[in-house]
């Protein structure tokens, strides 16, 4: 059978192997590749033109390889030009690659265009595949994680889908979900929340963290990620581009032989670490020798987080398919992903569907793109994150649970009791599915009207339908009396976009360079969706959400919600380019916002950047030091309008709140002024300057790129209190004062060694941001609420006069008195505490340090970052390390028996629960091997490469990880910093396989 | 041929990409709310516009608004912690020492509830000036003039200072006007005085709702505490619209007390003449977070659930609020009909009235805390770091078993009521010449309790406990007898510029003038 199996893919062989062979009179070519100091170059790859055929030299530099005389050769090799060469009569060509350390002319994605990496003016970081973060990565914001200096990514939570934060270049904004504006192929997406709500029951908010908006896209069909992040760079997309702009550029079909690739992968993660708790015995000796508690003692010995987490296996298969002639590219592919959390039931399963086809005609006078992307996501999400009362969501209680009650009685049944939940009954008693499905697509046309004048459109259309499926069942004891509740909640974004651009480009007298661009962009949203919730269930036996009507329609609540609203927008660019040393890009839009009130529906966006490209003059060429050196300077105004809608008129809508009994006994709905309407509402805006130098030495075997930015965001947008009496109490406007960041971002890359078969390169970014907040004409915003029992509305951050954003504030924690109560720091000598401003949740700083060796076919790298100087509140921490706690029938840490802390001490938010956050993490190893090309010679690559993510974490931090940002926002007002039991991180190892046929 | 092919390829490609949209004028859509215009068209939206105005005032009756500023600053409640719970920032505590802030947390959301019940009577009032002026209208119009006056009461009640808008005004980027107390106190009265008239009388307007008797009480409150908002006292006034109210024949006490909270209060109400003012309540419909039973879980311990498995949110009750010793122990607990009463004692185990001593569950299983000890409510209750088991407890609206939901109730809240009016007429007359020991034994001796033989400052204001515990009042009497500033159980003596609480300080903020309005004294 077996031999049958061969025999077959033998005729395969042969049959792809005539198919190739066919068309030429083919004969031998040797030859061999040197260096420029005629060193042999080994593993240089050498592709015949238009083909996938070719072969790599060996140890010494040679190569053979069959071809025809019209054949053209290609050879490349990292860090050197490439070079091609006919190969006419010759039957031997030698060659010597020159080095280009410095991948000086890649082509980088700037917005509505393209620009030669030289070229540039602005601050912009690339990274292409090779750059990618690999391993477990099931999101476009992981794959850059890390990787550029000044963009901050903190996960959200560990959940398979969830949201990361992310920060170019520092806290810009208060308000929560400032996210950067991410462009997909020339879309602009709407970075809403995709997910629909939660259901809220019992003191426990199973909305979590949203779900990633990026998470639609398949991560292996992307081809680069380009950050825009000084305002010379942004100020082109204008009124959202204050948070930097994030454009991700799909793979394309290249012209030549149909591709077929494979890649795939399996991983298995698991919880790196546990929560240390005490055992059951600590927990009983502990409450009956100190506290002569004896109650609720069972006798079993459960450790609710084993209970609870589980080894995770995740599997990922992606095929592609790719080619083209000169006039049509494609490439199709489909991605399938199932993840398993490390939280028992958690999952995500991603199908997702691309293609992208180009067309040339008119003598490639025009050119047509078409995108195409369809994605399905499904969630089963658990019961946690969120905001918890004291009761707790899943992980809280699988802290803190009795750890000598039993996860089932002896009747079979999950042990609880009268105010104790079971970690295990939440988790099996609550399903919570949610169904996500998304196509965004495009059409470009571009058309060469005459030489150098290129007009193109660009329509695009985003549609996001959600719909989560929510079931509590009625056998969970806290929801027993309201006989259970289910939940379907829906959530629709669609967006579509026109855009007009026409763009010239021309040299004169061989030394100006001009390029201009001028556009018109047109962006309509739509959100709308509903919710229903329904209890009092009488059976299990039916889901509750296939059978809404088995509920008490009575206690049935539907809401609904929709709103429409439009982004029109005009601009321009010029580039000037002199002689290609001084290099000059002015840029302008205007954007108009239905959002805004009639007086300031518009808002001019200006930017304007030079820079000089030092190393093209011969006095500094002669100086032999540098072999790129370029100094750039760039000033610009972004804006930002991510708001919501409806803040600038009046208008009516119902509310719960507002219901009323009018004729003694009906309950009718109440018409309310929802919102205060503040007609004066107009744009934020950030004013950047930018200062950076682009450095090469030794023949650019070291390069780099220092920074130094100062960002100041002013007229914030934000909900305050209104001038009251008010329809209601707050109002969106723009309030005085101003965010200020200036930091410093340094990346360097240097080619250690890059000799014959062995290779290291050592990448290093670094970034330092100081943020503080000015002219605040109010006294203080606080925000960061604190959950659990006992921190109703304490908020523990505050917004205020020359302190970075979100400093924490509170009282100071000394210790315990002689009574076992909390002391705190007296500051002005008067009766009562005193709060102060505990510190920041920014770090300091940033890092990180990638290491690649390349040795023959098989390569290495790791890759390691770190954050250092942030500060976090550990909510969780506060909710469960005190002497009162355990008291209270719930496990708690070893080092809070030792404390000799009262049972009936209070708590106070303090900086008792604030801990370092600095952490050095080895975030990914990845060992490949990479076959060597025409060993099979059906497989153009070949690779096989383990990866381990998250393999160590040096950190002083008590919770499972402080990669962590919990939402604690209070009215809109966002937090930092802030853990409060956070689905944690995972450690993973993953094996994987990339072909190409 | 092929050029002009081209050309007009290209016609085609610049026609598609400019029709598209031609420049738009950027209207926003809103497509679940309206400009009101529609709405306010139809007649029939007319009590689903004006209803909200009422709602605002359902919102006063918790924990965490006016009704939590009038009673646990006071002699007679108070929110003690109990190891981690109930701290809350130390709101708790700071409440009953007197010792917030301007950002103190009810303090600071008080202030917005009550500007979110001033601004919908104006901007609803501005709606109906579209309308043509039918009697319904006309009602309706007199309803929310009255509705306007009473939130700016509370304005000067609790914080000495009123923010006043036109109802005319929509720009709301422009400050108010900020009065003081005597200013919005002559307005006020004036205002009443005049839309008195228009009003409709009981009976013939829907039961919950404004009339002509709820008119006469407000002017009665408003005078009786006249010497507190201008320096000026209007005794004689306050006995004249109490007289107006008892004298008519509508109201009559009740005869049993607990009657009056009873779940099904609505339809003694009908019946019996108890009530003046009511916030309507019903427990099938979610009407938001403000129609909790808001002495039922708060107050009691966490296991007494009352024979419901899971009565208030959740698991059962919160443990919360309790009566300092000192006021319950000048209580006559043998003989006062309102001490405590057994009529759901068969059901819940539990009593109405006072809690103390050994709890039951509803078989009648004494109750343990948590620690398995006997659940025994105690009089001694420490302000910080009570034991669970500490401090009185009050059920004094009869909770529902087992409730429709937990965080509903269908009691209605009765706001003022004639046991009221009585004690006000006793003490206005006693004010002026010593008289008012008629109407004080009217109650007394309704209650149980012997009529007094002469009457006393003290008796007044004791009886006034008795009665009207926990019903939103005591703050405001104590402050009118000077007694609020005293030390009792837990609290020292404190100064009298506590009897105003500070502004907000976030609203400070907003208005962002300091000509305009200052911090009140002491702050």
């Not at chain 1, 009639?598 to 002669?622: C, H, L, M």
């Not at chain 1, 723009?734 to 250690?752: A, C, D, P, R």
């Not at chain 2, 109490?242 to 209060?265: H, M, P, Q, T």
Request: glycine content about 8%.
């Amino acid at each position: 059978m077996k031999k049958n199996v061969f025999g077959k893919i033998a005729i395969l062989l042969l049959f792809c192997c005539i198919q190739l062979t066919l068309f030429a009179q083919e004969r031998e070519v040797t030859g061999s590749v040197t260096d420029p100091d005629g060193e042999p170059l080994p593993g240089v790859n050498i592709v015949i033109k238009g083909t996938t055929r070719g072969a790599i030299t060996d140890f010494d530099g040679n190569y053979t390889l069959m071809a025809g005389d019209n054949d053209v050769l290609i050879y490349s090799f990292i860090g050197y030009a490439s070079q091609e060469v006919t190969i006419g009569s010759q039957s031997e060509i030698n060659i010597v690659l020159a080095a280009d350390l410095m991948e000086l002319d890649e082509i980088v994605v700037t917005g509505y265009g393209v620009s030669k990496k030289s070229d540039l003016t602005g601050s912009l970081a690339s990274l292409k595949e090779d750059d990618f973060n690999q391993g477990m990565v099931t999101s476009p914001e992981g794959l850059m994680q890390g990787r550029i200096a000044g963009v901050q990514i903190t996960s959200n939570s560990g959940e398979p889908g969830s949201g990361v934060n992310v920060q170019i270049r520092g806290a810009n904004s208060i308000r929560s979900n400032t996210m950067p504006l991410y462009v997909v192929d020339g879309v602009p997406l709407d970075i809403q929340n995709s997910s629909p709500d939660g259901a809220t029951s019992a003191g426990i908010n199973t909305a979590g963290s949203p779900t990633n908006p990026l998470g639609f896209l398949n991560t292996n069909d992307i081809e680069s990620i380009d950050v825009l992040k000084d305002a010379s760079a942004a100020a082109i997309y204008g009124a959202r581009g204050a948070n930097g702009v994030v454009i991700i550029t799909t793979k394309k079909g290249k012209e030549g032989q149909a591709q077929v690739s494979y890649s795939g992968y399996g991983t298995v993660s698991y919880l790196p670490k546990k929560i240390d708790v005490l055992s059951a015995e600590e927990y009983v000796r502990f409450r009956e020798d100190s506290l002569g508690r004896t109650e609720d003692h069972y006798g079993a010995d459960t450790d609710w987080q084993d209970e609870i987490f589980r080894t995770a296996f995740t599997h990922s298969h992606n095929v592609a398919l790719s080619g083209g002639t000169s006039k049509t590219q494609y490439r199709a592919s489909f991605g399938y992903l199932d993840q398993e959390g490390i939280i028992d039931k958690s999952e995500m399963q991603k199908y997702t569907g691309r293609l992208n086809i180009t067309q040339k005609a008119i003598n490639d006078k025009l050119t047509i793109d078409a995108n195409l992307t369809a994605s399905q996501q499904n969630f089963k999400r658990p019961p946690v994150g969120g905001r918890t009362g004291f009761e707790g969501d899943l992980l809280l209680n699988a802290i803190m649970a009795n750890p000598t009650m039993q996860v089932y009685t002896d009747s079979g049944y999950y042990q609880t009791t009268v105010t104790k939940r079971n970690p295990r009954a939440m988790l099996d008693l609550i399903d919570d599915e949610t169904k996500e499905n998304r196509i965004l697509g495009n059409l470009t046309g571009s058309l060469e009207i005459i030489d150098g004048l290129i007009f193109k459109v660009n329509v695009g259309m985003d549609n996001n339908v959600a719909v989560r499926r929510i079931n509590q069942s009625q056998q969970l004891n806290y929801l027993s009396s309201q006989g259970g509740s289910g939940d379907i909640n829906n959530k629709e974004l669609s967006s579509w976009v026109i855009e007009n651009t026409l763009m010239y480009s021309r040299s004169f007298s061989e030394i100006h360079n001009i390029s201009l661009l001028a556009g018109f962009s047109y962006q309509n949203f739509l959100i709308r969706g509903y919710n229903v919730h329904t209890q009092g269930y009488t059976t299990d036996e039916i889901q509750y959400t296939y059978n809404l009507e088995g509920s008490d329609v009575t206690l049935t609540s539907p809401s609904a919600f929709g709103e429409r609203n439009e982004l029109q927008s005009f601009f321009g660019r010029l580039n000037y380019n002199l002689m290609e040393k001084y290099l000059l890009t002015a840029t302008f839009r205007r954007d108009g916002s239905s959002k805004f009130g009639t007086e300031n529906k518009y808002g001019n966006f200006p930017s304007v950047a030079f820079a000089w490209r030092a190393s093209q003059e011969d006095f500094i060429q002669n100086l032999n030091v540098f072999s790129n050196l370029k100094v750039r300077i760039g000033w610009g105004i972004t804006g930002n309008q991510e708001i919501g809608s409806k803040h600038s008129l009046f208008s009516i809508g119902t509310s719960t709140g507002a219901r009323s009994i009018m004729d003694g006994s009906t309950v009718i709905p109440g018409y309310v002024l929802l919102k205060t309407p503040n007609q004066a509402i107009q744009w934020e805006s950030s004013e950047q300057t930018n200062i950076g130098i682009d450095l090469g030495f030794f023949s650019g075997r070291l390069s780099g790129t220092v920074d130094l930015f100062s960002k100041k965001t002013t007229n914030m947008l934000l909900e305050t209190s209104a001038k009251q009496p008010s329809p209601t109490a707050r109002q969106v406007g723009n309030i005085n004062g101003s965010i200020v960041n200036k930091g410093i971002e340094i990346g360097l890359t240097g080619y250690v060694y890059d000799r014959s078969d062995f290779d290291w390169t050592i990448t290093v970014n670094f970034s330092k941001i100081k943020n503080t907040v000015k002219d605040l004409d109010v006294t203080q915003i606080a925000t960061g609420e604190a959950s659990g029992q006992g921190m109703t509305g304490v908020t523990t951050q505050i917004i205020t006069n020359d302190e970075p954003i979100n400093s924490f504030y509170g009282r100071r924690f000394l210790g315990y008195d002689e009574d076992g109560r909390s002391i705190y720091q007296d500051t002005d000598g008067e009766e009562g505490d005193d709060l102060v401003v505990l510190g920041s949740p920014l770090p300091d700083y940033t890092f990180s340090i990638n290491n690649t060796f390349v040795y023959k076919q098989f390569d290495l790298s790791f890759f390691i970052e770190g954050v250092q100087g942030n500060l976090i509140f550990n909510n969780t921490a506060n909710s469960i390390g005190t002497v009162g706690n355990i008291a209270a029938g719930n496990n708690t840490f070893h080092d809070v028996i030792t404390s000799g802390e009262n049972p009936l001490n209070e708590v106070r938010f303090s900086d008792r629960f604030l801990e370092d956050g600095s952490y050095i993490r080895l975030s990914n190893v990845t060992l490949g091997y990479n076959l060597p090309a025409n060993n099979i010679f059906w497989i153009s690559n070949f690779r096989v490469y383990i990866t381990g993510n998250n393999l160590f974490l040096i950190t002083d931090y008590s919770g499972y990880d402080p990669d962590v940002n919990t939402d604690a926002n209070k009215d809109g007002i966002s937090s930092l910093g802030i853990d409060n039991t956070n689905y944690p991180k995972a450690r993973s190892f993953t094996l994987g396989l990339n072909v190409t046929f | 041929m092929k050029r002009i092919k081209n050309t007009i390829q290209i016609l085609i490609l610049l026609f598609l990409g400019f029709s598209f949209p031609a420049c738009t004028d950027l209207e926003e859509e809103i497509l679940d709310e309206t400009s009101g215009l529609e709405l306010i068209n139809q007649e029939e939206n007319l009590p689903s516009l004006v209803g909200p105005v009422y709602a605002a005032l359902r919102d006063f009756w918790w924990r965490q608004s006016v009704w939590g500023l009038q009673e646990a600053t006071t002699d007679e409640c108070m929110f003690p912690t109990r190891g981690n719970d109930w701290y809350d920032g130390g709101v708790w505590v700071e409440a009953h020492l007197h010792t917030w802030s301007p950002d103190h947390r009810d303090v600071r959301d008080t202030w917005d509830r009550i500007s979110t019940g001033l601004a919908r009577a104006n901007y609803v009032l501005l709606l109906l000036d579209d309308f043509e002026e039918t009697e319904e209208i006309r009602l309706y119009k007199a309803e929310l003039r009255f509705f306007r006056v009473f939130y700016m009461y509370y304005f000067i009640d609790l914080y000495g200072q009123c923010p006043y808008r036109e109802y005319t005004e929509t720009d709301f980027t422009k400050n108010p006007q900020i009065w003081d107390r005597p200013t919005t106190f002559n307005y006020i009265i004036e205002q009443t005085e005049s839309i008195l008239p228009e009003l409709g009388d009981k009976y013939s307007v829907p039961y919950g709702r404004v009339n002509k008797d709820v008119a006469r009480m407000f002017l009665a409150k408003l005078f009786l505490n006249q010497e507190v908002y201008t320096d000026t006292p209007g005794w004689t006034e306050c006995v004249q619209y109490c007289n107006e109210l008892i004298n008519s024949g509508r109201y009559a006490l009740a005869d049993d007390y607990f009657d009056i909270f009873s779940v099904e209060n609505q339809q003694f109400f009908t019946d019996n003449d108890e009530a003046i003012f009511v916030s309507v309540m019903d427990d099938e419909q979610d009407m938001g977070v403000d129609n909790n039973v808001q002495w039922v879980h708060p107050t009691l311990h966490y296991f007494q659930t009352l024979g419901s498995t899971a009565s208030g949110t959740n698991y059962g009750p919160w443990n919360g609020c309790v009566v300092p010793e000192s006021f319950f122990n000048k209580m006559d607990t043998a003989n006062d009909l309102r001490f405590q009463d057994d009529r759901i004692k068969a059901t819940t185990g539990a009593n109405l009235g006072f809690l103390i001593g050994q709890q039951y569950d509803e078989n009648g299983v004494p109750l343990t805390t948590r620690q398995s000890e006997p659940l025994i409510y105690t009089p001694e209750c420490p302000l910080s770091g009570a034991n669970e088991a500490q401090g009185v407890r009050v059920l004094k609206y009869e909770p529902k078993i087992p409730p429709i939901n937990q965080a509903r109730t269908d009691n209605d809240y009765v706001i003022w009521r004639i046991a009221d009016t009585y004690l006000m007429r006793a003490e206005a007359q006693f004010r002026i010449n010593g008289q008012g020991l008629d109407d004080l034994n009217a109650v007394r001796t309704l209650r149980g309790l012997d009529p007094l033989g002469s009457i006393t400052e003290q008796a007044i204001i004791d009886e006034r406990g008795f009665e009207l515990y926990w019903e939103g009042h005591r703050r405001q009497d104590l402050i009118r007898f000077g007694m609020f500033t005293d030390a009792w159980t837990e609290k020292p003596v404190t100064e009298a510029t506590k009897e105003i609480f500070p502004i907000p300080q976030r609203a400070l903020d907003a208005y962002n003038d300091e000509n305009l309005i200052q911090q009140n004294p002491g702050y």
